[in-house]
Nanobody
Framework: QVQLVESGGGLVQAGGSLRLSCAAS????????MAWYRQAPGKQREFVAT???????LYADSVRGRFTISRDNAKNTVYLQMNTLNPEDTAKYYC?????????WGQGTQVTVSS
């Protein structure tokens, strides 16, 4: 079973940037597409961005042009560079497999954007 540890969240003002990291305990380079998801208070968890093992990338409409997903297979790590943050991006961010997030969820990392 893969274990996931997210980090890099924090409190930032609107317009600011953060870089999130997701470290996976197992080998993720072989076939897995990895994705970032987020869940705001009172809302369902939603898809943010995904990257395949061959670096195919897809973004949710709400973050396209502002967020950049990348991966380092040697480090079993997936990143999310978030620029031009706005208060609507406030959520706890998680990583998991894509399209089916069927690994155990990590603890997530909280991103709070103040206006």
């Amino acid at each position: 079973q893969v274990q996931l540890v997210e980090s890099g969240g924090g409190l930032v003002q609107a317009g600011g940037s953060l870089r999130l990291s997701c470290a996976a305990s197992g080998i993720i380079s072989s076939i897995n597409a990895m994705a970032w998801y987020r869940q705001a208070p009172g809302k369902q968890r939603e898809f943010v961005a995904t990257i395949t093992s061959r670096n195919g990338i897809l973004y949710a409409d709400s973050v396209r042009g502002r967020f950049t997903i990348s991966r380092d297979n040697a480090k079993n790590t997936v990143y999310l560079q978030m620029n031009t943050l706005n208060p609507e991006d406030t959520a706890k961010y998680y990583c998991n497999a894509f399209p089916q997030p069927n690994w155990d969820w990590g603890q997530g990392t909280q991103v709070t954007v103040s206006s």
